[in-house]
T-cell receptor, first 114, second 113 residues
Framework: KAGVTQTPRYLIKTRGQQVTLSCSPISGHRSVSWYQQTPGQGLQFLFEYFSETQRNKGNFPGRFSGRQFSNSRSEMNVSTLELGDSALYLC?????????????FGPGTRLTVL | DQQVKQNSPSLSVQEGRISILNCDYTNSMFDYFLWYKKYPAEGPTFLISISSIKDKNEDGRFTVFLNKSAKHLSLHIVPSQPGDSAVYFCAAREGGSQGNLIFGKGTKLSVKP
């Protein structure tokens, strides 16, 4: 069974630009969560989508948004990029959500903002 | 304010000895705790978890201990192996089946042969 895939793996943008990251969950998984990992803050929860609806949201500004499609694939968008948005963005999928011991992470997208 | 704290950014242990990774939390509403392991260039992988109604959970070489009164949990790896070298994240969930996970900043474990 294929794991969680994230594209692209690496991305370089400049301040003020916007970026869209993609996550394909494991087949049959309907919940997708997004996390930001930075050296200073560790992993921080961004949001979770389940059946195309945002179910949970972390404490991030409105520049961070996401969506989920009918095939459970999810995209995350960051607008008006800031230097502090440089981070590893991880997505994780699980079958129904809330079963964290069955949550599988992708390898992440490394975003660098110059 | 950090609700989940891993105060040791790194830990070095000799192969075969015990590794003890510590985690403290401040929110008494947390009801479920997890440990994840992360290798470079890979996403975190689930390792072991414990519910707040228990004080110990064991899975092979890995044991997690929970001390609710001290708001402290620890992960014991015995015996430690070089392949255990990774960053370990402690995470906690606030009560409710769909609560968000709150992660610590991680501890980098190095197991030397």
């Amino acid at each position: 069974k294929a794991g969680v895939t994230q594209t692209p793996r690496y991305l370089i943008k400049t301040r003020g630009q916007q970026v869209t990251l993609s996550c394909s969950p494991i087949s049959g998984h309907r919940s997708v969560s997004w996390y930001q990992q930075t050296p200073g803050q560790g992993l921080q929860f961004l949001f979770e989508y389940f059946s195309e609806t945002q179910r949970n949201k972390g404490n991030f500004p409105g520049r961070f948004s996401g969506r989920q499609f009918s095939n459970s694939r999810s995209e995350m968008n960051v607008s008006t990029l800031e230097l502090g948005d440089s981070a590893l963005y991880l997505c994780a999928s699980c079958r129904t959500g809330g079963s964290y011991n069955e949550q599988f992470f992708g390898p992440g997208t490394r975003l660098t903002v110059l | 304010d950090q609700q989940v704290k891993q105060n040791s950014p790194s830990l070095s242990v000799q192969e075969g000895r015990i590794s003890i990774l510590n985690c403290d939390y401040t929110n008494s509403m947390f009801d479920y705790f997890l440990w994840y392991k992360k290798y470079p260039a890979e996403g975190p992988t689930f390792l072991i978890s414990i519910s707040s109604i228990k004080d110990k959970n064991e899975d092979g070489r890995f044991t997690v201990f929970l001390n609710k009164s001290a708001k402290h949990l620890s992960l014991h790896i015995v015996p430690s192996q070089p392949g255990d070298s990774a960053v370990y994240f402690c995470a906690a969930r606030e009560g409710g089946s769909q609560g968000n996970l709150i992660f610590g900043k991680g501890t980098k474990l190095s197991v030397k042969p």
